[in-house]
């Protein structure tokens, strides 16, 4: 079983930058490929970015390409995205979901077995 916490989230003017946070239990996050997924209210939750297990590999929805940065930290167990540039249309409740199968970098929900309780983040003046 493998238990995500997403952090960072909140309230932001457009044009600023939030960094959200999300931190995994067990001792194989490494072997994980993690996904960031964002849901706005009366819409599908859909794919932001993902990355490797060993952080060699990217993907990136492109509405955020140029301005929204994944990264992990094996040994804190944690995965990042640096989100720049922000609009308003970014407003979303995120999720981070980790993917077991070391080797498969999907952008599809159904292959990411375990979620996080989301993380609000507003874009507003």
């Known amino acids: 079983q493998v238990q995500l916490v997403e952090s960072g989230g909140g309230l932001v003017q457009p044009e600023g930058s939030l960094r959200l946070s999300c931190a995994a239990s067990?001792?194989?996050?490494?072997?994980?490929?993690m996904g960031w997924f964002r849901q706005a209210p009366g819409k599908e939750r859909a794919f932001v970015a993902l990355?490797?297990?060993?952080?060699?590999?990217?993907a990136y929805a492109d509405s955020v390409k140029g301005r929204f940065t994944i990264s992990r930290d094996n040994a804190k167990n944690t995965v990042y995205l640096q989100m720049s540039s922000l609009r308003p249309e970014d407003t979303a409740v995120y999720y981070c979901?980790?993917?077991?199968?070391?080797?498969?970098?999907?952008?599809?929900?159904?292959?990411?077995?375990?979620w996080g309780q989301g993380t609000q983040v507003t874009v507003s003046s």
């Open positions: 067990g001792r194989t996050f490494s072997t994980y490929t």
């Open positions: 990355i490797n297990w060993n952080g060699g590999r990217t």
């Open positions: 979901a980790a993917d077991t199968t070391t080797w498969r970098t999907s952008k599809e929900l159904f292959d990411y077995e375990y």
